[in-house]
């Protein structure tokens, strides 16, 4: 039959195979491999701290001679591994194969000399290259790139998303183009690193680790750092040790509950970043929210950073996305491309207030991975309940045990693709009953409301929480209504194809790309009127045709 086919449709029917093989065999097997190699979160906090504690950061000038540069600090040990990046100047990050590295990297390392001016003497392990013979040639970097730690703009996302073959692909290319790199991340656990040498002037057992969208899997370029300031390491060791029959203990100072300690604590680290940190700018002590935390930015590597203590909870929940992102290929795809669509419709923004967070954004495509038919991640009961003695969590009287052994977790075999599900997410979320129910992902069924607020959407581990309290009305009204929209566009915005004569219309946006585009919902109706979406106008339909005209 193959014989007989001619050439043309040989190809065409490979091509249909080569599709299926992807949507089908393609997904599971990505997924296999991906679950075989994958790591526990702890073990990957684990790795990235070590490599963290034997790295240094360095502002040094883009005329830099890369070579003499590495030569210099080879001088004091192995260099593992090192890149360079531009945030407020050029920076380098130098991990050494050994700590001691470093200490005899500060032997050399002199008190800079100002004659205005005054120094807090702080040291630490951001430091500052004097280069004294410049090379006159311009960007002696060349030889290694050096790596934007920020986003491509929207408008050319959408370009390069416009020339994809494939809905999938269009996810596929998102992802990739806006998640963290893995410089990104090895310096989101570097200035957890520095920060810790300023905690540990106090607490010399203490860690600083990452939490929420560095970690979790779902993090984008340019995305928040979430620090909890963990104590565990000096409270965990409480068996008492008898010789004699004497033991001893410290004496502490006592205050009324868990959240003054937290609050203490936060005082006095957060004074200490503002007054030592260097590159540390804008503290604010936010120290009265129900997480107390203090936010500031650093400078080097232009994360704007939280840091919290005592949040152990925030920390599970971390585990537990991160641990669903690795379960199968498609929930990071989709939870990312959720994300991205949420930012570029105004439904999620940077600056806190009554919209969806990042965070209930991506509780709400779980939970609807949750309900396909067959389910494509298990509930978080069903994770509970594959769980090990070892893995046993109660934090504050809250059970938050969950499987960490990921070869446990048993999959359904459902192989729908990204397209059709990014499709089905927004007719989900077009006609769920949000008035009455509540989203709950602990049992993988929406549950009646307990309280009035108009999006419910319980704390998978605080079971009495609303993780999406904040929302309003209106913010939930719009999100239905731009998930309506965005339904109707996909359907409407198929890949154009050569017959059907838009000729030269290779980059007018289709599928995910008509998605990004800013929406033209507007018509939520107030003022004693009931609220109502207008549904696809032609007015959407004339700006289509309009965007297709314009790229022509
Ligand atoms: N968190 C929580 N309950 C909330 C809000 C947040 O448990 N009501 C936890 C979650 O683990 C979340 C983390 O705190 O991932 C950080 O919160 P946030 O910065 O708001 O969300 P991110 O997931 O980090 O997303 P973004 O990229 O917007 O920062
Ligand atoms: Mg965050």
């Given at each position: ?15 249909k195979?080569?599709t ?50 590495l ?16 945030s ?22 002199t ?8 120094l ?6 951001l ?40 809905m ?31 905690a ?6 203490c ?30 060791r ?41 590159g ?17 930015a ?45 930012r ?35 509930t ?61 992902i602990r ?18 581990f ?31 915005n ?18 995910l ?31 289509l ?5 314009k790229?022509?």
């Amino acid at each position: 039959r193959l014989h007989m086919m001619g050439r043309g449709n040989l190809v065409k029917c490979l091509q249909k195979v080569d599709t299926f093989l992807i949507r089908n065999i393609g997904t599971n097997v990505a997924l296999q491999e991906e679950r075989d190699g994958c790591k526990s979160l702890y073990a990957v906090q684990a790795e990235r701290l070590d490599q963290a504690e034997r790295s240094v950061l360095i502002s040094c000038n883009s005329r830099t001679n890369e070579k003499k540069f590495l030569k210099f600090l080879s001088t004091h040990g192995n260099i593992k591994k090192y890149f360079f990046y531009e945030s407020y100047g050029t920076h380098a990050v130098v991990e050494f194969a050994n700590r001691e590295s470093v200490a005899s990297l500060f032997e050399i390392t002199t008190i800079p000399s100002i004659s205005h001016e005054s120094l807090v003497p702080f040291k630490s392990r951001l430091l500052t290259l004097r280069n004294l013979g410049l090379d006159n040639l311009p960007n002696q970097l060349s030889g290694q790139q050096s790596h934007s730690q920020t986003t491509i703009p929207i408008n050319q996302l959408i370009q390069n998303l416009s020339g994809e073959e494939s809905m999938d692909q269009q996810i596929i290319s998102l992802t990739k183009a806006f998640q963290l790199t893995e410089e990104n991340s090895r310096l989101r656990f570097l200035v957890c690193s520095l920060l810790k040498d300023i905690a540990a002037a106090f607490f010399p057992e203490c860690t600083i680790k990452p939490f929420g969208s560095s970690v979790n899997g779902f993090g984008k370029l340019g995305c928040d750092l979430d620090m909890f300031l963990d104590l565990d390491g000096i409270s965990g060791r409480d068996t008492k040790l008898l010789k004699l029959g004497m033991s001893l203990e410290y004496q502490m100072k006592m205050a009324n509950s868990e959240r003054a300690v937290t609050q203490s604590i936060l005082t006095v680290i957060g004074e200490c970043v503002d007054q030592f940190g260097p590159g540390c700018v804008g503290v604010q002590k936010i120290l009265n929210a129900r997480c107390p935390l203090v936010r500031f930015a650093h400078q080097p590597s232009g994360f704007q950073c939280d840091l919290t203590a005592n949040n152990r909870v925030a920390m599970k929940s971390t585990e537990l996305l991160y641990l669903y992102g690795e379960l199968d290929p498609r929930v990071r795809y989709l939870v990312f491309t959720v994300r991205c669509w949420a930012r570029a419709q105004g439904i999620t923004s940077s600056i806190p207030g009554a919209w969806i967070s990042n965070f209930s954004l991506t509780v709400m495509v779980l939970f609807f991975l949750q309900k396909r038919s067959p389910p494509i991640i298990p509930t978080v009961d069903q994770l509970r309940d594959l769980a090990g003695p070892a893995d046993k969590s109660v934090i504050e009287g809250n059970d938050c045990t969950f499987v960490s052994d990921f070869s446990k977790i048993q999959l359904q075999s459902n192989t729908e693709t990204l397209e059709q599900l990014l499709c089905e997410f927004f007719e989900f979320y077009s006609t769920f009953a949000f008035k009455r129910m509540s989203i709950n992902i602990r049992k993988g069924k929406e549950q009646n409301k307990p309280e009035v607020s108009p999006l419910h959407i319980q704390n998978p581990f605080e079971t009495t929480l609303n993780i999406s309290k904040n929302v309003n009305a209106t913010q939930l009204d719009r999100f239905v209504a731009v998930c309506q929209e965005s339904s109707w566009l996909v359907q409407q915005n198929k890949k154009p194809t050569p017959s059907a004569g838009i000729k030269g219309n290779a980059f007018a946006p289709w599928g995910l790309s008509s998605l990004l585009l800013p929406s033209q919902v507007e018509g939520i109706k107030r003022k004693g009127k009931k609220r109502k979406w207008e549904p696809a106008s032609d007015r959407i339909k004339n700006l289509l045709e309009s965007l297709k005209n314009k790229n022509q």
